[in-house]
């Protein structure tokens, strides 16, 4: 069973949100985080704290010796689009680099189970639907430096007896019922920006593009909700640990959401004065990318709790409204 968990990142959104969840479970949380672009407020009271670089190795390894650590949950790293193409190497040092750094600090230690965030940004563009097996072809830096990563892990814990999960995530969104913890960062996250817009005089919710070949023209996306996101890591680690064996994952709830009725809910949740604006095509946008989940759905026993577009809007706001006026 698994006792001692270090997650990277955990003063991140979802590493905050992990590691709610594992204290919750009553397992020992310790978060290595540089606060880069994380938030000492974001880090759970009962976890230990490090403020410190992934790729500090002697530091790291003394970390999870001293702490009997038995697994590791990787989600430290770079994850802005544009950013990356701009600043190639921040990525590769951050992203590729520094993760190769991680899984050889675990070797000779207790380490049994390694859990790394990767992303949908690893698929070749032109598939609606994805499954693990389909074609890898990152467009983005981001995206290269996630599918190099993972290629260090699969190969370093294989050499070192180590399970992997590595999970990649679709689009993660929403914050955890406890209003304790949510997205900060702005970044490029359609949910936080129109949170945002829902409590300013005059909300414009922006679509760019709106003459893709979608259903309703606009882009489509597989939302998943950053609670259901952390149940899935929890569950995984459990199950790898159980069965020794490792697993590369999609994480989303197949179902895809349109960028209109995504803008269409928020709507809802604004003043009169609020509306919707078409912009231009961005470039680089995928046009619509699903997760195919059964794999993930036959691994573990679960049932998504936010799998639906009001809720996990609902809860954005009230993580926002909470960021505004509390
Ligand atoms: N947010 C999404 O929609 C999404 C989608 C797919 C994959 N992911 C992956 O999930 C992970 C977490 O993303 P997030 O949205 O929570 O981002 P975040 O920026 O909120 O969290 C990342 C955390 O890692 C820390 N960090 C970065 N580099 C570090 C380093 N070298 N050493 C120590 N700490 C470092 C940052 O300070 C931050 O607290 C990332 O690996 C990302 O690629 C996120």
């Given at each position: ?30 978060v ?34 001293d ?37 050889k ?10 859990i790394?965030?990767?992303t ?46 590595i ?36 909300p ?52 895809g ?35 195919a ?16 577009l009001?809720?996990m ?14």
């Amino acid at each position: 069973m698994t006792k001692n968990i270090l997650i990277t990142g955990g003063a991140g959104y979802i590493g905050s949100h992990i590691s709610e969840l594992l204290i919750k479970d009553k397992k020992k949380v310790v978060v290595v985080d540089n606060l880069s672009t994380g938030y000492k407020r974001l880090i759970n009271k009962k976890a230990k704290f490090y403020k410190t670089n992934v790729n500090n190795f002697k530091k790291i390894k003394s970390i999870l010796i001293d702490n009997n650590i038995d697994s590791v949950i990787h989600l430290a790293a770079s994850l802005i689009i544009g950013e990356g193409e701009r600043n190639p190497k921040k990525y590769y040092k951050n992203n590729v680099f520094n993760t190769k750094v991680l899984i050889k600090a675990c070797s000779n230690t207790l380490v049994k189970n390694f859990i790394f965030s990767s992303t949908a940004a690893v698929y070749k563009d032109g598939n609606k639907k994805v499954s693990e097996k389909s074609k890898l072809k990152p467009k983005s830096i981001y995206g290269k430096s996630k599918l190099a990563a993972e290629k260090i892990i699969i190969r370093n814990c294989k050499r070192n007896n180590i399970n992997y999960g590595i999970l990649r995530y679709f689009n993660i969104v929403g914050s955890s019922p406890s209003g304790k913890i949510g997205l900060i960062n702005k970044g490029d996250h359609l949910f936080k920006n129109y949170s945002m817009e829902t409590f300013k005089k005059k909300p414009l919710f922006k679509i760019y593009g709106t003459n893709y070949s979608t259903n309703d023209g606009t882009c489509v996306r597989d939302f998943i909700h950053v609670s259901d996101i952390a149940e899935i890591h929890s569950r995984v680690l459990k199950k790898i640990d159980k069965i020794n064996k490792s697993k590369i994952l999609n994480c989303g709830y197949s179902k895809g959401i349109s960028v209109k009725e995504v803008a269409k809910k928020f709507l809802k949740y604004s003043n009169k004065n609020a509306k919707i604006v078409e912009a231009p095509r961005r470039k680089g946008d995928l046009v619509e990318i699903i997760a195919a989940t059964k794999n993930l759905n036959n691994f573990i026993q679960w049932k998504p709790k936010y799998n639906n577009l009001n809720k996990m809007v609902k809860s954005s706001v009230k993580w926002e409204k909470y960021q505004n006026f509390e």
